[in-house]
């Protein structure tokens, strides 16, 4: 056994410090590779460390076929060549330069055979060669495989990638698979310690689990980690690897209930324009949303069919599409239904819920009851990995950015615009702005059509994150009228406020009471606070409010 894993260790630690030569240096790929040819087990053996010391990442497939049984001799011409299954025979590719060869029968290459002392050899050298790779991501996956495999072979490589690394967060992934293959591995009480140190320095569930195994009791309640230092080594790592977890757990509930809060107010501020200025209780601004989501569809459909190339582009394309036709169902709604029902509360309410239901059937009729596919840009695909314990999605980072930004846009719209100060006038006191010469009947038809236009981009947004279909409105059309009553009709500044209080409320309280209860608790607290404080958290002073 002794033998054996020296011999390994040795092999493993040629294989590092051929990583650290020059690749110039070392022989060349084509003629390592013919190695692979011999007969001998022992010769293709020198041929893989061959390979991997000549660190040219072309090895890696060539390794990852060869490891699989994939890796062939074409008997037409004599190049090795990788194969896939195919019907009848294989699909080959040149294994140097990855040319397609087409397809060939089963009979007409052989395979180059591996045992299971060669698999071994394959499996430490792949990931040694691949911790030398040029790409930080690729080094990245090589130590987490590591890290995971704990394989005391590559503790040679580890040190040797450690030392000539240079991108910090590729040397942290090292340093953290090197601690725990010498946990794993190691017998020495010293550097068992040592590695326990350095995992503690890590805010990682997987860590922790590593730390919380040395700790672990028998059934009779007795340690099965019998040297003391290394228990003692292992509650100082987890202590800090679970006040760090802790940290990272509050801000990634600070960052969940932001990204609820911003999805909250661009679903919400829409309808705190149109309730604001008219009065008008709209039950069916959840489908402008929803219009808003299927808009998206079409136009990614378009992209696809006729713009693959430029896919990454549709979301943009979308945003202001979304905007000018929810905008001007909006303006068709106000001019042909809501300006009938002014003073009219109850019947506006009804009107706008069966005009709902009425959008929403006719989705249906349209596109079909299933969910639609809106695909995620590639700049807003993947997540920000900030520690192991804390990973915040792209897609949610753009949608806070771009509801800050349209809060930011509609804000300069209202101060500085003429049409901003005739909705203000006309919010403060309708008879007055009237008589003014302000068309009131002008401003109500803009500003139902501007609050539909912005929640037609509310749901290019949450297009990204949540199903679309012929219900996606219904989900946010409660929480949007709680965030508007709670901030204060017809005040942008509460309604931002409102959205991120109640996102940041919400997810707190959901690890403890459930996601149900969330809502319920919330729900109930924003009736106790209007009653105190009927006109919510930033009353508008002045407004004359209609009856």
Not at 25 to 46: M, T
Request: neutral net charge; contains cysteine.
């Amino acid at each position: 056994m002794f033998p054996t894993r020296m011999v390994r260790a040795l092999r493993c630690l040629v294989l590092a410090l051929g990583l650290l030569l020059p690749t110039a240096a070392l022989a060349d790929l084509e003629g390592d590779l013919d190695g692979l040819r011999e007969k001998s087990y022992n010769a293709k053996g020198e041929a893989v460390e061959r390979i991997v010391a000549g660190g040219d990442e072309r090895a890696v497939p060539i390794l990852e076929a060869f490891l699989e049984g994939n890796l062939f001799i074409a008997d037409q011409d004599d190049r090795i060549v990788i194969g896939e299954d195919s019907d009848g025979g294989y699909r080959i590719i040149d294994a140097l330069t990855g040319e397609a060869l087409g397809e060939v029968g089963k009979r007409d290459v052989s395979k180059i055979k591996i045992n299971n002392k060669l698999r071994q050899l394959v499996k430490g050298s792949l990931g040694a060669l691949t911790l030398g790779s040029k790409d930080p991501a690729a080094r990245i996956r090589a130590a987490d495989a590591v890290f995971r495999s704990t394989q005391v072979e590559m503790i040679p490589a580890l040190e040797a990638a450690i030392a000539k690394e240079t991108d910090a967060t590729v040397k942290a992934r090292l340093r953290r698979a090197l601690a725990a293959t010498q946990l794993a591995e190691s017998e020495d009480t010293e550097t068992r310690v040592a590695a326990l140190q350095v995992l503690g320095e890590f805010t990682d569930p997987e860590v922790r689990t590593l730390a919380a195994g040395v700790l672990v009791t028998d059934g009779d309640g007795n340690p099965t980690e019998a040297d003391a230092a290394v228990r003692a080594a292992a509650e100082a790592a987890l202590k800090s690897i679970e006040e760090g977890l802790a940290v990272a757990s509050l801000i990634a509930n600070i960052f969940q209930g932001i990204s609820l809060g911003s999805v909250l107010l661009l679903a919400a501020i829409g309808l705190a324009i149109t309730f604001g200025v008219m009065g008008v209780i709209n039950m069916a601004h959840g489908e402008m949303v929803m219009l808003g989501a299927y808009t998206t569809f079409v136009v990614q459909e378009l992209f696809r069919a006729s713009f693959p190339g430029a896919f990454d582009y549709s979301l943009l394309v979308a945003v202001p599409i979304a905007f000018v036709v929810t905008g001007v169902i909006g303006i068709g709604i106000e001019r042909g239904i809501i300006r009938w029902l002014y003073g009219r509360p109850l019947e506006t309410l009804l009107a706008t819920w069966g005009l709902s239901l009425i959008l929403q059937q006719a989705v249906r009729t349209i596109f079909g009851p299933t969910n639609r596919e809106v695909g995620n840009p590639s700049w807003m695909s993947g997540a920000w990995e900030v520690t192991g314990g804390l990973v915040l999605t792209y897609n949610r980072i753009w949608i806070i950015l771009f509801a800050l930004l349209v809060f930011a846009a509609l804000m300069a719209l209202i101060r500085r615009s003429s049409y901003g100060l005739q909705m203000r006038a006309v919010t403060q006191n309708r008879p007055m702005a009237s008589s003014m010469g302000i068309r009131t009947g002008w401003v109500d038809a803009m500003t139902f059509g501007l609050g539909s236009g912005i929640a037609g981009m509310a749901g290019v947004a949450l297009s990204q994150i949540d199903n679309v279909s012929p219900n996606l409105g219904q989900g946010y059309i409660i929480d949007s009228f709680m965030v508007v009553v709670f901030g204060g009709v017809g005040n942008l500044w509460g309604t931002l406020v409102g959205a991120f209080s109640l996102g940041l409320v919400n997810k707190f309280l959901e690890p403890y009471a459930g996601a149900v209860l969330a809502k319920i608790f919330i729900l109930v607290a924003i009736i106790l606070f209007i009653q105190k404080r009927p006109r919510g958290l930033f009353a508008l002073r002045g407004r004359a409010l209609e009856s």
